[in-house]
């Protein structure tokens, strides 16, 4: 990573490169960030798939929602390839189906729809209310000592996540509920390109959205033997936001059973303006101590 400028990786990732050549698919490759498990991180391939669907849209076309399934592990040491079928363009949507792929097998796959933005109904669920401000968790945190796993994966992220809280790696702090509040904003400048920012915002959906599963049962990211994989994700779109300024991901799981658990999130500007709504599956396996 740079050490002049944080979001270099960021910025690596979501640049997709283009034969410029289409036969019934658009074809783009992408790199990937290197991560200390070996596996690519699925908030970078849904940011990719965003990006690719997105280059093969009108240019007053705008993602509000997309559906994605995690299908195979993929290897950060290596780029993807990424496929983009132009489903459909009607007079105000189209979609796209975008998958992601390593060694010709598909890792990711997804279908978006994009949107020609009309004036319409207007309204929204109000920020939570009573949660400390980022600056004032980010005091706290800095006074917790991090396993050096976690402290080399948070250092080399170009995300800034802070726990409202206190975070899981280690252990669990306070109740063991089934909701969590996370400030987060990309450690830098990411310009002025609102297309960028809407795929940074996928990348950043991934982060910690899984840990409302492990907090309700006081489960540390670092219990033994612990194995969770992201199954699906969904994402919408609602109102558009800049991810290098401070974002509230408000959290919760209504349910896990079967090995399988569910997360819901709500992100805000810091004005309280709700900008995109998540879900996500996960696979959780807990070995018995």
């Given at each position: ?76 040491n290596r ?5 983009v ?9 189209s979609?796209r ?32 209310e ?9 005091h ?15 250092s ?5 996540v802070?726990?409202?809280e206190?975070?899981?790696y ?8 089934a ?5 987060m ?6 310009g002025?390109d ?26 540390a990211?670092?219990y ?19 991810v ?10 209504p ?30 396996r807990?070995?018995?101590?």
């Open positions: 990573m740079s050490g002049d400028d944080p979001l270099t990786p960021l910025r690596a990732v979501l640049d997709l490169t283009s034969s410029g050549a289409r036969t019934t698919e658009d074809i783009f490759t992408g790199r990937s960030h290197p991560m200390p498990t070996g596996r690519i991180f699925g908030g970078q391939v849904l940011a990719q798939a965003i990006i690719a669907a997105d280059r093969t849209t009108d240019d007053d076309r705008v993602p509000h929602s997309m559906h994605g399934y995690f299908l195979r592990a993929g290897d950060a780029p993807v390839t990424l496929s079928d132009r489903i459909h363009d009607g007079r105000s949507f979609t189906r975008t998958q992601a792929f390593q060694d010709g097998v598909p890792i990711f796959s997804m279908i978006a729809s994009f949107e020609r933005e009309d004036p319409g109904l207007d309204h929204q669920s109000g920020i939570p009573g949660i400390l401000s980022p600056e004032d968790a980010l706290r945190a800095e006074s917790v000592s991090l396993h050096p796993l976690s402290q080399r994966v948070l080399s992220s170009p995300i800034e802070v726990h409202a206190g975070a899981i280690d252990h669990v702090p306070g109740a063991h509920v909701q969590q509040n996370v400030w904003r990309t450690k830098g400048s990411l002025d609102p297309a960028l920012h809407r795929a940074a915002l996928a990348y950043m959906s991934d982060l910690t959205i899984q840990e409302s599963v492990l907090r309700a049962h006081g489960i990211w670092s033994p033997g612990l194995k969770v994989a992201s199954l699906d994700h969904a994402m919408w779109w609602h109102r558009p936001a800049r290098d300024e401070w974002l509230l991901y408000v959290q919760n799981s349910s896990a059973r079967a090995g399988r658990g569910l997360s819901s999130g709500r992100i805000f500007t810091r004005g309280g303006e709700l900008v995109a709504s998540v879900g996500q599956e996960i696979m959780v807990v070995p018995e101590q």
